[in-house]
């Protein structure tokens, strides 16, 4: 994914119990309320443009393209601000944000919390060898582990 597709799926997510999530994190300790409803009125704002027959991408490059609007007019929690340059860290450190999804779909995974535990022995592996390039199938990513 590029930066603005990976930063508008993890804007708006989907927890394991099938809700509704803003900045992928429910654990983080903000106004939940507040990064909610700023992210749907960015939502409501892409459909209008849209609809209007304006080519928008995705939700992170329209709040992207809302910087140089004075904080007054764009009312972005500033808690969204600091998790967004995280992010955009994370997606330069790190090309697995699917990871967990799809090493679910390894039938010798054991539900959702082992993926995640493969998912970060993987990333711990893959930066302490940092090889270039790396691909793995849904097969090999046990081997590689030494699993």
Sequence with gaps: LDQGEFLSRLLVGETPDHQREIAYNAYRAVDDSAEKSYVEKLE????????????????????????????????????????????????KAARCYELNTILGQDPGVQGGREAVLLTLALIKKVIQEEP???????????????Y
Excluded: A
Excluded at 71 to 82: A, F, G, H, I, S
């Design 44 to 91: 409501q704002e892409m459909l209008s443009r849209r609809q209007r027959g304006i080519q928008v991408d995705n939700l992170y490059s329209l709040m992207d393209s809302r910087r140089d609007v004075p904080r007054t007019l764009r009312d972005v929690p500033q808690t969204l601000v600091e998790e967004f340059e995280l992010f955009r860290v994370m997606h």
């Design 132 to 146: 270039s390039p790396i691909r793995l199938s849904l097969g090999e990513h046990r081997p590689y582990l030494g």
